[in-house]
Structure formats: C-alpha cells, structure tokens
C-alpha cells in the first residue's frame, strides 16, 4: 500500500465496515473520513491517534509506514491447531485456525451527557428608569421643544415628522 489513505482503506474493508461507521466508531467526522480516502486530506495524528484508541490491536506503524501487518499479534495460520472438544466426533483432518489478537470491541455508544439541573434563578427587582430631567425654570421649557421624529424600519427605510 503506497499511501495512509490507502491502508485506512484497507482496514476498513477488513473490518467490514461502510465509512460513516467507521467514523462513527472513532468519533470522526464522516466527511473527514471522506477526503482522507479520496485523498483531499492528509490523516492527523488525532485521525490515527482516534484509530489506535478504538481498534487496538491495529498496527499503527503499519497504518503510517507501511511496514509489518495490518495488525498487530497475528500468529501464523498453519501453527495454531483447532482445538477437538470431542475427538470421537467427525474428527476433520487438516483444518487449522487463524489466531487474531483480540478483535476490537464493538465501538460504544457514547454517554449521553448528564443533563445539569435546573438553576433557578430570582427575578431581579424591577427598577424605575433613571428621572429625566425636567426644566428648572419655564423659560427653559418654552426654549426646547421637538424638531423632527425620525422613525427606522427593519428594511432599512425611515420615515421623518417634523411637527
């Protein structure tokens, strides 16, 4: 296999598994999982640190260089005999039994989120809005009085009143 993206790949395949399920299982995003394969991104270090927390017994060194199996332990298929639980019973000459180290664990559903309880919180004391100030003297109240009115709308028109 020449790239990373090629043995994610091939690891894939080997576990039987369409890409959003892997990614699912290694809390990945699909579509980061996606253009690793089509080669639009390079696999992080979290990408392949997600990979070796979940499926164990894959071979990191395999998955980054190349080297060695795509899982760690495998035992030669011819050295490991299957074992007779009754050796009067159709005994089968000849057949003997791969030994995987321990196939990864279905991937565990993750925990809901314990929901924090409800804080309750007290209304805060209604305040009368600040006095506005009134004229001190009616020479001052006869000095102001109301130019225009200028009223904005949401559309970002206005309308001005002048009385």
Not at 93 to 108: C, D, F, W
Not at 123 to 131: E, G, H, I, S
């Given at each position: 296999m020449e790239t990373i993206a090629e043995r994610i790949k091939e690891l894939i395949e080997t576990l039987q598994l369409s890409n959003?399920?892997?990614?699912?299982?290694?809390?990945?995003?699909?579509?980061?999982?996606?253009?690793?394969l089509g080669g639009r991104n390079k696999a992080s270090l979290q990408v392949i640190e997600n990979i070796k927390s979940v499926f164990t017994n894959v071979?990191?060194?395999?998955?980054?260089?190349g080297e060695g199996d795509l899982f760690a332990n495998v035992t030669n298929v011819n050295a490991v005999k299957e074992p007779v639980s009754n050796p009067t019973m159709f005994p089968i000459?000849?057949?003997?039994?791969?030994?995987?180290?321990?196939?990864?664990?279905?991937?565990?559903k993750a925990a809901e989120p314990e929901k924090p309880e409800p804080v309750q919180v007290e209304?805060?004391?209604?305040?009368?809005?600040?006095?506005t100030p009134s004229p001190t003297t009616e020479a001052e109240a006869t000095?102001?009085?109301v130019?225009?009115?200028?009223?904005?709308?949401?559309?970002?028109?206005?309308?001005?009143?002048?009385p």
């Open positions: 959003s399920e892997f990614a699912k299982q290694t809390n990945l995003n699909p579509a980061t999982v996606s253009h690793i071979n990191i060194d395999y998955l980054i260089t000459e000849g057949v003997r039994v791969a030994s995987i180290g321990a196939m990864p664990p279905p991937a565990k209304p805060k004391p209604k305040t009368a809005p600040p006095p000095e102001k009085s130019e225009r009115i200028v009223i904005f709308y949401s559309d970002g028109t206005f309308s001005s009143y002048r």
